[in-house]
């Protein structure tokens, strides 16, 4: 009982320590100040154009690919939505601290950017890594890397590619930070997995059936054991 109470504890440390190290990775990204990611700007040139809130133009490409990655047959997970929620939140919390702030220089900026991205996609692979399901913009990379037998780095590279090129004919910003996050993420992401010996392609991510299928089993099993008691 222990030993099981132990491995879920390591499970939750990982999970919510990836999405640290994400939120982390990406406040460096934005404080470099050499523009913003790919996805950013997809979603700002969508918001500008339709009027609509760049709040709920996140809801809503985030709902859309969730539709697709379910296609896909990525269905939703526990993750994937703790994933929707604790980036941000971590997010809030750091830029909250004021312990980063803007760099004055541009070769402290290009760190940032570097570093954020090392973080990043590092932090990818640690939440990835407990199964429990992938957030709606993972789940669609590693949807397609299943559905295509294509690398992380041209499956990663061609979304973030695709989604800037809309976001930039929409209006959406663009600067040298966006351009290396686009290019260099799917890279450095499938270079983070091949180290780890982490396979994109075979991963099982846990969906929110099979929760409700563990839960049915703990509930039948109790049940049974309450009539043995009673014999």
Known sequence: MKSKKNFYLKIAVLLFLGFFICALGMILMIYANLGADPWSTFQKGLSDTTGISIGKISQIVGLIIIIINI??????????????????????????????????????????????????????????????????????????????????????????????????????????????AALGGGYLLDKIFQIAKFDSKNTYQRTFMDEWESIKKVLKKEKIQGKQQQL
Do not use: H
């Not at 590092?122 to 939440?127: E, K, L």
């Open 71 to 180: 296609s896909l047959k990525i269905v939703p997970g526990i993750a994937t939505v703790l994933n929707m929620y604790f980036i941000g939140f971590f997010m809030d919390i750091i830029e909250n601290t004021g312990i980063i702030t803007i760099p004055s220089t541009f070769l402290v900026r290009i760190f940032f950017l570097l570093l954020g991205m090392l973080l990043f996609n590092g932090g990818i692979w640690i939440y990835l890594q407990n199964g429990l399901g992938a957030g709606p913009r993972d789940g669609l990379m590693l949807g397609l890397t299943k559905k295509l037998n294509l690398s992380i780095t041209i499956i990663k590279t061609s979304i973030e590619v695709t989604v800037l090129v809309i976001g930039v004919l929409l209006g959406g910003p663009l600067g040298i930070g966006t351009v290396t």
